[in-house]
């Protein structure tokens, strides 16, 4: 479900990517050292490390990686979650949360209530992130992927519960509002545990499922099938809000509901598809530790660019002397670690940001329908960006890119008066 801010956020970077999982794939070649902190899906997970079961490998499926079993489900999974999470997971739940505040009595403009839910679930899945890849490393990835599934659709009941309650009469009742309040956060909880199992073991079994020299060109794949199915999630709630929602205040409980509703029973089919990942599915080592080629390779911006041999001698060459290459893994961590504090005190309100410009809810999914397509737009810019400049160089520049236009959009929004479409206009366009 965090997956739900990564069509604004920096795909890269991520709290729940460990150092010590960098520390272990660093034992391959760079290409998984730098894509590991680059995984699509939701919240990126640390690639394999070796141990846990050893299963009966199944060495007819780790030439090519397209016939793979694991490969092949990941896809499908990743578009599953995208579609469900892109539905619910940003626009829909924050609305939800702030109209829970006002049915509790909530002060106007307090978004305390939001920032709670969205803290606890942040800090579960931080907290358990690295449980449990020792689990997964002990007993076998598949076997915490299953788990996963079933945690998840024990979660997706709780979600519902919470929702059925706004359905009787929450706006009506202050603490029919409070129940269904205490009820999703700890639902957000258990997702946020649920994206730690989900994303940390899968994650590192499709990465085993690949022969190296191609993980990365797959990466790129994976990532964009999520883009392209979260700009699936909000048009359908649009047309939701056009035509179940059309007669309910905008920004309502009631408005909410329904694309809350359906959001979160299309994650049903991500759940069950959890169930059939097969540790024996993985490549052979003695074929995993063939010579890698030169393939595509997902940038430090988060697109393909330049090859695993220019990694390497990067690595060489970027390094001073006097500090340790072990140390690369700790310096991405932080990175990633200060960036999503960041984008968790900003992009999780964009959308009351934009509510109180005066957008209504429709309107905001439709600028978080754009928001992937730029994605992916830039990200050709990117590349070629940083074939001149180099990766590092493009990361810096693309990172205060960003900055300076939250800035502007912050020093914007201070001198917008009622009604005035132009400001609101640009700030939209930024």
């Known amino acids: 479900m965090a997956m739900q801010d990564s069509a604004l956020a920096d795909p890269l970077l991520d709290p729940n990517v460990t150092p010590s999982s960098h520390e272990e794939s660093s034992q391959g070649t760079p290409d ?26 199944d060495p007819s499926t780790g030439r090519d990686p397209w016939k793979n079993h694991n490969v092949r489900l990941s896809l499908v999974m990743c578009a599953c979650f995208g579609v469900a999470d892109s539905i619910w997971g940003s626009v829909v739940l924050s609305g939800f949360l702030y109209a829970l505040g006002g049915a509790m009595g909530q002060a106007s403009r307090d978004n305390t209530l939001v920032g709670t839910a969205e803290a606890v679930e942040g ?34 009941g709780i979600t519902v519960w919470a929702l059925m309650i706004v359905k009787e009469d929450a706006e009506e009742s202050t603490e029919a509002a409070k129940q269904s309040y205490y009820i999703l956060v700890a639902a957000l909880g258990l997702w946020g545990i649920v994206n730690g199992i989900s994303y940390g073991p899968s994650q590192a079994l499709f990465s085993d499922s690949i022969p190296k020299g191609r993980r990365s060109e797959l990466l790129t794949y994976l990532y964009s099938c999520y883009l392209l199915s979260s700009t699936i999630g909000p048009i359908v709630g649009i047309v939701l809000l056009l035509t179940v929602s059309k ?44 010579a890698v080629p030169r393939t595509p390779l997902t940038a430090t ?53 934009f509510k109180e410009l005066g957008l209504g809810s429709a309107a905001v999914q439709g600028i978080f329908l754009v928001v992937p397509i730029s994605i992916s737009g830039l990200s050709f810019v990117s590349q070629s960006i940083s074939k001149h400049l ?4 493009t990361t810096v520049l693309f990172n205060m890119a960003g900055v300076s236009l939250l800035f502007f959009m912050t020093w914007l929004s201070n001198r917008v008066e009622q009604g005035d479409s132009k400001r609101i206009g640009i700030i939209v366009v930024v």
């Open 32 to 57: 998984e050292a730098v894509v590991s902190a680059e995984s699509p899906c939701r919240n990126p997970a640390s690639p394999s490390a070796e141990g846990g079961d050893d299963p009966q490998v």
């Open 123 to 156: 800090l579960t899945q931080l907290l358990t992130a690295v449980p449990i890849g020792m689990v997964a490393d002990k007993f076998g990835k598949a076997k915490v992927v299953r788990a996963g599934g079933v945690l998840m659709f024990a979660t997706i």
């Open 247 to 290: 007669n309910q205040d905008d920004w309502s409980l009631k408005e909410i509901f329904p694309v809350f509703l359906v959001g979160v029973c299309l994650e049903i089919p991500a759940a069950g598809l959890m169930f059939f990942f097969d540790d024996k599915h993985a490549v052979p080592e003695n074929e995993d530790d063939e």
């Open 301 to 353: 911006v988060g697109f393909p660019s330049d090859t695993v041999a220019d990694v390497r001698e990067e690595a060489e060459v970027e390094v001073p002397r006097n500090l340790s290459k072990k140390i690369v893994p700790y310096v991405l961590f932080l990175s990633s670690l200060i960036v999503s504090l960041g984008s968790g005190a900003s992009v999780k309100y964009f959308p009351l940001f």
């Open 390 to 393: 180099g990766r590092v160089e």
